[in-house]
């Protein structure tokens, strides 16, 4: 299955590395956080690791390290605008609870 972008999300990764003048992608990952046990980690990548799994949509690509992708498989990525807010929203299919506030979850 992998990762997916939607045309924003790529959209707006594309514009954030242009800002920044380099870079190859992004790199998604999970580490241990928050309430509720795992929290999304976003990078910029400027090299890549040879044990990196490697997605690619809308010319954007997605790094993700193998013991991330047993917790993001099958993830889209998505930019949402909501009221004054904006920014990556994950549509994950693993997630089976959210903490309150949003920032953590568990598979």
């Known amino acids: 299955m992998g990762v997916t972008l939607t045309e924003a999300a790529a959209k707006h990764v594309a514009g954030q590395l242009a800002s920044r003048g380099s870079g190859l992608g992004i790199r998604l990952g ?3 956080s928050g309430c509720s046990g795992l929290a999304y980690v976003l990078e910029f990548v400027d090299e890549e690791q040879p044990e990196d799994e490697v997605f ?15 917790y993001l498989d099958g993830t889209e990525l998505d930019f949402v605008r909501e009221g004054l807010n904006e920014g990556l929203q994950f549509r994950n299919p693993n997630v089976s609870a959210e903490c309150g506030c949003g920032e953590s979850f568990t598979v």
């Open 30 to 32: 999970v580490t241990t």
């Open 56 to 70: 690619e949509g809308h010319g954007v690509k997605v790094f993700i390290d193998p013991k991330s992708l047993v």
